[in-house]
């Protein structure tokens, strides 16, 4: 008998990379070219949420309300300066601890799983994070993006399902919830991966604990994934 498949999905920011912030200094940059030096950072929560929600809120908080084209201004040149500052700051780009090993360990099982993504971040710049540290977007089947939720307001909670309906429609082995995984750094991650239920597995190399991502409601919360053979039988029993 066949090993049933598993579909493994997986955030990017503080969960496989760390980027010394990165993305923030890229958006604020991007911003005040567009509207000004009163588009900040300050105040805004960003550890768990989906771009399409913090930019538009960096935007109000400077006073405007941006339309359809000065959001894919912003995109283009949030892209360029993520470039820019990745390669001006090599050093604070690394994959966290662990992550490396497993991403070969789960490579080799490839008959028996599938690698995709589930994150707040746009598809570009997302992949440039990874690129940045030592890790190829083309290893991950499926991806659902910060901007892909069908919801108004768009919610992180659509994406697993997004990331599942695209696996099936590659023509992948069926993969039933209960063989479906969410590994994430944020209560946010957990939430949507139990809301869709699927099986969670959170990962205290963000701002959380592991005591709050157990209470928040994560099947199994370790302090990060350094530990290959304990976390694939995990993952895979």
Not at 59 to 66: C, M, N, S, T, Y
Not at 104 to 123: D, K
């Amino acid at each position: 008998m066949t090993n049933p498949h598993t579909l493994i999905l997986f955030d990017i920011d503080a969960t496989l990379v760390k980027t010394g912030g990165a993305g923030i200094a890229a958006m604020v940059k991007a911003g005040r070219e567009l509207v000004g030096e009163g588009f900040s950072a300050e105040g805004i929560a960003f550890a768990g949420r989906l771009d399409a929600l913090i930019v538009p809120e960096m935007f109000a908080r400077a006073g405007h309300a941006p339309d359809e084209g000065m959001l894919r201004t912003f995109r283009a040149r949030y892209h360029a300066k993520l470039v820019e500052h990745l390669q001006e700051n090599r050093a604070q780009a690394t994959a966290l601890p662990g992550v490396p090993a497993l991403l070969e360990a789960l490579r080799q099982q490839e008959h028996a799983v599938t690698l995709g993504l589930v994150t707040g971040n746009y598809a570009e710049t997302g992949q440039e994070k990874l690129r940045a540290c030592g890790i190829e977007p083309e290893w991950f089947a499926v991806a659902a993006w910060g901007d892909e939720s069908p919801s108004s307001p768009p919610t992180r909670d659509d994406l697993p399902k997004v990331a599942m309906q695209r696996h099936h429609a590659s023509g992948r082995p069926a993969v039933p919830a209960q063989r479906t995984v969410v590994i994430g750094d944020t209560p946010h991650d957990v939430r949507c991966g139990r809301v869709n239920g699927f099986r969670t597995l959170g990962v205290a190399t963000g701002w959380n604990s592991v005591h709050e991502l157990a209470d928040s409601g994560a099947d199994w919360a370790v302090h990060d994934l350094a530990d290959t053979d304990a976390i694939m039988r995990w993952l895979l029993g």
